[in-house]
């Protein structure tokens, strides 16, 4: 299957007064899709795929991309209400939420919020629970390492997927530090999770597919069934040759994994 | 123009630099001996002492988990200093507010130190350097924003004085503020920021609070002191600045003869030389603008490290302007000549002890300088002195003139 450049369509929508950036693509049953810190283009290979079977509707969060950051925005929890008026918004009533990384957080947090409103979720290298002791981070700590340790962890192989700064052009890398900046905004402290979201997550009813890529430096094995574990209906799956981002580095498996759970 | 005696108390006693990553944040505290430790507090409390014998002033900072300065409390040091000292003035530079979980208790130590040093506090607030992120697990994102809603609080805490007042602001909430004592010197402490942009520099200047600037040279400080006077006369304070309101920090040694004080003056250098921290913790997210920090990622930092690296030599630090070193003729003729570019300051903030400048070094450089030096610049620069360039506005020049006079150039600011 060929991927189309500029496959996903681009457009801004005012929501609870946030201007927010929205890629959509495809016809069919709607999938809101939760980005990464890393965050989100109109290139994104996996969206490219996905919109041939669904309706992909794919925000840049708050202060990510070219999405507006209010001022009292501060925590997953802020973007996770921004979301529930978007989702009121598009009148996405019962709707189909694949999150990645700190987008498993947000998906999780809406679960959370409007349990009967979501369908299905998929959870790829999910953050957003504290699942180990106090004396170690469940999370190792992304704003203090070097860049190539980060590289290393987040992709099976780095040297095909790391961006280069040098050549990358001033706006993209402009928007890297800039959902860089956000992520340390809303993940800093506590890092990485919210302490009252695993108490919380009981109330998700809807079947949860946990994927992680077996290569993820960041979110361990162990990291995913304790957080899978907190959800009453959930499975889970490992992506081969992937590290944190498996929608950049296997997007097809990824695609036939998500398709096969949410056709099911 | 006041002189103050600054030692950042470092504990130099390291393994060689390749063995460790960085001398800040992840460092083992295991290479630290407290008894090593604590000589050198008595050793820099003394030094502290014997400037102010000496007539100068006492300034002491603050930062974390690092050997360069191992004083992560300043106010406990500085209560130390205010019953062991009887007349300098005692300037903390400062309280990293923006780390502080609770300004209100900033406020009351502040308030402490001043009742006990009977009003001589000069109290300082630091937004604090990149690298103090992680020790106060402190979000970088906002810091300003934090920094200033802190020092307003904490001025309302010093200046409420009829029972409790409250405050429910974006980052700090306080429903019972009645701070006990209140502080020594009405309306309050005099309040001292440092800041290395323009913006900040604007920014301190329309609220009359005194600039301090370290070891920016002579264009950056040039820039931060016009910034301060734009803001200073934006904000509705006259024309005139005068010079008590700006402050600069270099390294300065003084000795009795050029190749004593340019040994001294390069262990200052230690300072700078020791200061080995990786970038991913000079550089947390949010700590500067999305455009900076860009530039930062494409490689921009490289290029400024290396340029610095090229002033870690006597002679280079001193035309750069972030260093005063040579005999007392040539201190004096350097601090004149930074004075007439940046356009007048009126307080020299002194790192004079660093790495291993021992004790007897350390002292012959603040008595050389303070007997030999320091009158001049006080009889050349009273603080009622107007700071500004002649390029500023029209108003100034007539002070601008006077200033002038007072004449340099008559000994070879660097090397005979």
């Known amino acids: 299957m060929t991927i189309a450049a500029n496959a996903l369509h681009r457009r801004t929508l005012a929501v609870a007064g946030t201007e927010l950036e929205l890629f959509e693509a495809g016809s069919g049953n709607p999938v809101l899709f939760l980005h990464s810190g890393q965050g989100v283009t109109a290139n994104d290979p996996f969206l ?6 669904r309706r992909v509707i794919a925000p840049s969060h708050p202060g990510f991309g070219k999405s507006a950051l209010p001022d009292w925005v501060d925590s997953v929890d802020d973007i996770a209400h921004i979301y529930l008026e978007l989702m009121d918004r598009l009148e996405l009533s019962h709707v189909d939420i694949i999150g990645c990384s700190i987008g498993g957080w947000i998906t999780a947090e809406i679960a959370t919020k409007v349990p009967e409103r979501v369908k299905k979720l998929v959870m790829i290298g999910p953050v957003g629970v504290k699942t180990g002791t106090p004396d170690k981070l469940d999370v190792p700590d992304v704003f203090a390492m070097p860049q190539d340790k980060f590289a290393k962890l987040i992709f099976h192989d780095p040297e095909k997927f790391r961006p280069d700064l040098k050549t990358m052009p001033d706006e993209a890398i402009n928007v890297m530090a800039r959902n860089r900046e956000t992520l340390a905004l809303i993940a800093w402290e506590p890092y990485m999770h919210n302490p009252k979201l695993k108490h919380r997550l009981h109330r998700v009813t809807a079947p949860a597919l946990f994927l992680r890529g077996e290569s993820d430096g ?4 162990e990291y995913l069934q304790r957080y899978a574990a907190l959800l009453p209906n959930t499975r889970i799956e490992a992506i081969a040759k992937a590290g944190h981002a498996p929608q950049l580095e296997q997007p097809q498996v990824l695609f036939e994994k998500v398709v096969a759970f949410l056709d099911a | 123009m006041k002189a103050w005696h600054f030692s950042e108390n470092a504990y130099p006693y390291l393994p060689p630099a390749e063995e460790y990553e960085s001398i800040r944040v992840n460092l083992p ?7 090593k430790g604590a000589k050198l507090y008595d050793r820099f409390l003394d030094e502290w002492l014997i400037a102010e014998d000496e007539g100068m002033e006492i300034m002491l900072n603050e930062h974390h988990q690092t050997a360069t300065c191992v004083d992560p409390a300043a106010p406990i040091v500085l209560g130390a200093l205010a019953r062991l000292s009887k007349k300098a003035r005692l300037l903390i530079l400062g309280n990293p507010v923006a780390n502080r979980r609770q300004p209100v208790r900033v406020a009351e130590e502040m308030a402490l130190v001043d009742v006990l040093s009977r009003g001589r506090l000069e109290c300082g607030f630091v937004r604090g350097v990149p690298y103090e992120v992680l020790p106060a697990n402190s979000n970088p994102v906002r810091m300003n924003e934090r920094q200033w809603e802190a020092i307003d609080l904490i001025v309302k805490a010093w200046t ?5 007042v409250s405050h429910e602001g974006r980052f700090f ?21 440092s800041t290395t942009t323009p913006s900040g520099a604007k920014r301190v200047g329309s609220r009359g609070y005194v600039q301090a600037t370290f070891l920016t040279g002579f264009e950056g400080t040039r820039k931060i002191y016009e910034n301060y006077r734009q803001g200073w006369r934006e904000g509705g304070r006259g024309n005139d600045v005068p010079i008590d309101r700006l402050a600069y920090a270099a390294l300065v040694y003084t000795a009795d003869s050029e190749q004593r004080a340019y040994e001294g003056a390069d262990k200052l250098l230690w300072y700078m030389r020791a200061n080995k921290v990786p970038f991913h913790y000079q550089y947390p997210p949010g700590y500067m603008p999305v455009p900076a920090m860009a530039q930062v990622m494409k490689g921009a930092a490289l290029d400024q490290h290396a340029a610095l690296k090229d002033k870690m030599v006597v002679e280079k630090a001193i035309e750069a302007g972030i260093m005063m070193a040579g005999t007392p003729d040539q201190v004096y003729a350097q601090v004149k000549w930074f004075y007439d570019h940046v356009g007048g300051f009126g307080h020299l903030l002194i790192m004079g002890q660093a790495g291993f400048l021992e004790h007897d070094d350390t002292v012959h450089g603040i008595r050389t300088f303070a007997r030999e030096v320091y009158p001049r610049l006080k009889a050349d620069y009273p603080d009622t002195k107007i700071s500004g360039l002649e390029t500023e506005t029209a108003g100034v020049g007539r002070s601008e003139q006077s200033l002038r006079s007072a004449g340099m150039g008559v000994v070879n600011p660097v090397s005979s």
């Open chain 1, 48 to 53: 490219a795929l996905l919109a041939t079977k």
């Open chain 2, 160 to 164: 409420s004085h009829d029972g409790p």
């Open chain 2, 29 to 35: 505290n295991k290479n630290y001996d407290p008894e």
């Open chain 2, 173 to 193: 909430h306080h429903r019972n503020i009645n701070i006990w004592p209140r502080p020594y010197q009405t309306p309050h402490p005099p309040i001292w920021i």
């Open chain 1, 218 to 221: 960041l979110v361990s094995a």
